[in-house]
């Protein structure tokens, strides 16, 4: 059985402040790597995806990953109150469907 | 360049009714994946359909639910006599090739919202 766990938190942090996210998955041959930001009655939007072991930055936000580890982060610098949201961290291998952790709410007070 | 819609938004169905949500996938994607979330609950994997094919059907209840992608018209998922526990946002995902590697992503619809009294 596949496994995507997150800690759901909710993640409290001030606003400019560095948020950082955690997932770590069970399957060791998971290939490909995605975070998807949720707003509460929404549908998930892709954030990053990841694919090699390292960092990968994209404006505020930096994906790093650890395939030795089973680890995936996100980091989120300078925190806006607008990057409130539950974060979903998501797994494959190539030809099957997205695994999705239960997500992390992150709460950015202003 | 449409992406991926789903209808009715929201259904309201009655216990024992049967509900059936549609979802057209982005132009020129041709794999199609159907997840549910339950109220404060992840997404849970249900069906993973290419055209007129199921290609993983693991996260689907054994009973009253399936899942058809013909060859045209939209992906239609099926929930038969309806119970309260069905109560859930399905979102559907598309994608243009299997391999979800550099470049390929999937990307959701907008959901569609079913409540069972």
């Known amino acids: 059985q596949k496994e995507v766990e997150q800690n759901s938190g909710p993640l409290s942090v001030p606003e400019g402040a560095i948020a950082s996210l955690n997932c770590t998955y069970s399957?060791?041959?998971?290939?490909?790597f995605f975070w998807y930001r949720q707003y509460s009655g929404k549908s998930p939007e892709l954030i990053m995806s990841?694919?090699?072991?390292g960092d990968k930055e994209d404006g505020r936000f930096t994906a790093q990953l650890n395939k030795a580890s089973q680890y995936v982060s996100l980091l989120i610098r300078d925190s806006q109150p607008s990057d409130s949201a539950t974060y979903l961290c998501a797994v494959n291998q190539a030809g099957t469907a997205l695994i999705f952790g239960k997500g992390t709410t992150l709460s950015v007070s202003s | 360049n449409a992406g991926v819609m789903q209808n009715p938004r929201h259904l309201v169905r009655r216990r024992g009714q049967e509900a059936r949500l549609r979802c057209s996938p982005m132009?020129?994607?041709?794999?199609v994946y159907w997840y549910r979330q339950l109220p404060e609950e992840g997404l849970k994997f249900m069906v993973y359909?290419?055209?007129?094919?199921?290609?993983?059907e693991s996260g689907m209840p054994k009973e009253r639910f399936s899942a058809e992608f013909p060859k045209e018209g939209p992906s239609i998922l099926r929930i038969q006599q309806v119970v309260r526990g069905d109560s859930a946002a399905y979102f559907c995902?598309?994608?243009?090739?299997?391999?979800?590697?550099?470049?390929?992503?999937?990307?959701f619809g907008e959901g569609s919202w079913l409540t069972v009294v």
């Open positions: 359909l290419q055209k007129e094919n199921i290609i993983d």
């Open positions: 399957d060791r041959v998971s290939q490909s």
């Open positions: 132009k020129g994607h041709s794999h």
């Open positions: 995902a598309s994608s243009p090739y299997a391999a979800l590697t550099s470049g390929n992503t999937i990307y």
């Open positions: 990841i694919y090699s072991n």
